[in-house]
């Protein structure tokens, strides 16, 4: 029986089923996205495929309400965030039909010689495998895709088992706007038949976005096969408050930084690193703040945040917290969990000796320290396995660089949040993965960087 299918965790309720792939459909895919690159990559312009890149941003755009509500009863997503979301999927889109051209151009080189010429150019590997998790169901695959086939790859994707609806309605979308037969392809596959893809010598590389476990996972039979891998996993991101001219505003940007998805997201706000002479005051305002943000239904225009994307997603979170509190944090919260619905919570005195203290919690549930100086902020905010994201706020310009710069991190955000855009490579270091998605160096990972060299 497929794995695949549509839990409303609003409900519980099983909505639809959707059937998984044989074995010998497997190499059906595999051959047919392999056939498709040949003519995609060779006989297609980049005006040709931007032309129609560009016109899967512009269906988005036209199906923004079915698309939301699909992913409202995926996995809890509130209708605000969800049409965001869609919308911003259809910025990437058109950003890599705009702007792929000049990213993929040819590269002169000034040789040492001076005799004959030299340039690199950029050409396709061929057919890629896109494995993309449940959190942000269009956008994820909007920044993998995009550039991926602009630059005349062909895709095989295969999505979170909980998103097999908004699967489907993005390989509708690329369909219907004229791509050809195999250039993308949706598959409902289980772990093993991803790892029969990954091995065949067709498959040129493949890039996951999705937990510690699956990234190590995939980047195993990856190696083992000699492909190229891109992975974006957890984050334990930083927010670090040195200093604030407005604490107002900046509690404000806290809170959108943790409950942005319900807390769901790899690059969202986790742990909030602060200064002690502001320790009391940001610590009172943001638990006060935090607190009086509540989960509620999701199809309801305005609701703080929707339930977690799933009831084991859900008992997992409690469960992390119940442990934090036996080994002597202190919680605040408002009530307990219903189902799915998870109430928002500030946890404090969370020390290194709790199991707790170096993982990752995907949910309305904050951590908060205080640190004695520039460089004990910055040993917290380091002291994590993961390096993805971080949060700055300060009123001084060198200092902001100069902490900006001892972060271990992909990524720096300073004095704001939810900044993210197509033109702004995304990735981590450590064991938030490795790779980058979007901007310029989103479009240059699945390449072959071609040398040309004429005497």
């Given at each position: 029986?497929?794995?695949?299918?549509?839990?409303?965790?609003?409900?519980?309720?099983?909505?639809?089923?959707?059937?998984?792939?044989?074995?010998?459909?497997?190499?059906?895919?595999?051959?047919?996205?392999?056939?498709?690159?040949?003519?995609?990559?060779?006989?297609?312009?980049?005006?040709?495929?931007?032309?129609?890149?560009?016109?899967?941003?512009?269906?988005?755009?036209?199906?923004?309400?079915?698309?939301?509500?699909?992913?409202?009863?995926?996995?809890?997503?509130?209708?605000?965030?969800?049409?965001?979301?869609?919308?911003?999927?259809?910025?990437?889109?058109?950003?890599?039909?705009?702007?792929?051209?000049?990213?993929?151009?040819?590269?002169?080189?000034?040789?040492?010689?001076?005799?004959?010429?030299?340039?690199?150019?950029?050409?396709?590997?061929?057919?890629?495998?896109?494995?993309?998790?449940?959190?942000f169901p269009y956008?994820?695959?909007?920044?993998?895709?995009?550039?991926?086939?602009?630059?005349?790859?062909?895709?095989?994707?295969?999505?979170?088992?909980?998103?097999?609806?908004?699967?489907?309605?993005?390989?509708?979308?690329?369909?219907?706007?004229?791509?050809?037969?195999?250039?993308?392809?949706?598959?409902?596959?289980?772990?093993?038949?991803?790892?029969?893809?990954?091995?065949?010598?067709?498959?040129?590389?493949?890039?996951?976005?999705?937990?510690?476990?699956?990234?190590?996972?995939?980047?195993?039979?990856?190696?083992?096969?000699?492909?190229?891998?891109?992975?974006?996993?957890?984050?334990?991101?930083?927010?670090?408050?040195?200093?604030?001219?407005?604490?107002?505003?900046?509690?404000?940007?806290?809170?959108?930084?943790?409950?942005?998805?319900?807390?769901?997201?790899?690059d969202a706000a986790?742990?909030?690193?602060?200064?002690?002479?502001?320790?009391?005051?940001?610590?009172?305002?943001?638990?006060?703040?935090?607190?009086?943000?509540?989960?509620?239904?999701?199809?309801?225009?305005?609701?703080?945040?929707?339930?977690?994307?799933?009831?084991?997603?859900?008992?997992?979170?409690?469960?992390?917290?119940?442990?934090?509190?036996?080994?002597?944090?202190?919680?605040?919260?408002?009530?307990?969990?219903?189902?799915?619905?998870?109430?928002?919570?500030?946890?404090?005195?969370?020390?290194?000796?709790?199991?707790?203290?170096?993982?990752?919690?995907?949910?309305?549930?904050?951590?908060?320290?205080?640190?004695?100086?520039?460089?004990?902020?910055?040993?917290?905010?380091?002291?994590?396995?993961?390096?993805?994201?971080?949060?700055?706020?300060?009123?001084?310009?060198?200092q902001a660089l100069?902490?900006?710069?001892?972060?271990?991190?992909?990524?720096?955000?300073?004095?704001?949040?939810?900044?993210?855009?197509?033109?702004?490579?995304?990735?981590?270091?450590?064991?938030?993965?490795?790779?980058?998605?979007?901007?310029?160096?989103?479009?240059?990972?699945?390449?072959?960087?071609?040398?040309?060299?004429?005497?």
């Open positions: 029986m497929s794995h695949h299918a549509v839990v409303n965790p609003a409900t519980g309720e099983t909505i639809k089923t959707y059937p998984q792939i044989s074995d010998d459909e497997v190499e059906q895919v595999i051959a047919s996205a392999d056939e498709a690159h040949v003519g995609w990559s060779r006989k297609s312009s980049t005006d040709e495929r931007a032309a129609l890149l560009r016109r899967v941003g512009d269906l988005h755009e036209e199906r923004r309400g079915q698309l939301a509500a699909i992913i409202v009863r995926e996995m809890g997503k509130p209708v605000d965030e969800a049409l965001g979301e869609i919308d911003y999927a259809a910025d990437i889109y058109r950003y890599y039909a705009d702007n792929a051209q000049e990213f993929l151009k040819d590269e002169p080189i000034t040789l040492l010689s001076g005799e004959g010429s030299a340039f690199m150019r950029s050409k396709s590997l061929g057919v890629l495998i896109g494995i993309m998790p449940w959190n956008y994820q695959v909007a920044r993998f895709a995009a550039p991926n086939l602009m630059t005349g790859n062909t895709i095989i994707h295969k999505h979170a088992s909980q998103c097999p609806e908004s699967a489907a309605a993005i390989e509708q979308i690329f369909h219907d706007a004229g791509f050809p037969a195999g250039a993308y392809i949706n598959v409902y596959a289980d772990s093993e038949q991803v790892a029969t893809m990954i091995a065949d010598p067709r498959v040129q590389g493949v890039s996951l976005t999705g937990s510690e476990g699956a990234g190590a996972a995939v980047a195993e039979v990856a190696g083992r096969h000699l492909k190229k891998v891109v992975l974006e996993l957890g984050g334990s991101d930083p927010f670090i408050l040195l200093s604030t001219d407005d604490m107002a505003a900046t509690v404000d940007a806290a809170v959108e930084g943790r409950l942005r998805n319900g807390g769901q997201a790899c986790k742990r909030f690193i602060v200064i002690d002479e502001l320790y009391d005051e940001f610590t009172e305002k943001f638990t006060a703040a935090i607190l009086a943000m509540s989960p509620g239904d999701p199809t309801v225009h305005g609701a703080d945040y929707g339930p977690l994307s799933s009831l084991g997603a859900a008992e997992h979170l409690e469960e992390q917290v119940e442990r934090a509190v036996a080994q002597g944090a202190t919680l605040a919260t408002t009530g307990k969990r219903s189902g799915a619905f998870y109430p928002s919570a500030v946890l404090t005195d969370v020390t290194r000796d709790n199991d707790t203290y170096h993982e990752e919690f995907f949910g309305p549930v904050a951590f908060v320290y205080r640190a004695g100086s520039e460089d004990d902020a910055i040993t917290l905010a380091n002291d994590t396995p993961f390096g993805l994201g971080s949060y700055l706020f300060t009123t001084d310009p060198e100069r902490v900006a710069d001892r972060i271990e991190a992909g990524m720096v955000y300073v004095n704001l949040v939810g900044a993210g855009s197509a033109e702004l490579p995304f990735g981590g270091v450590k064991r938030s993965g490795m790779g980058r998605e979007l901007g310029r160096y989103g479009a240059s990972e699945f390449v072959n960087k071609k040398l040309i060299r004429i005497g």
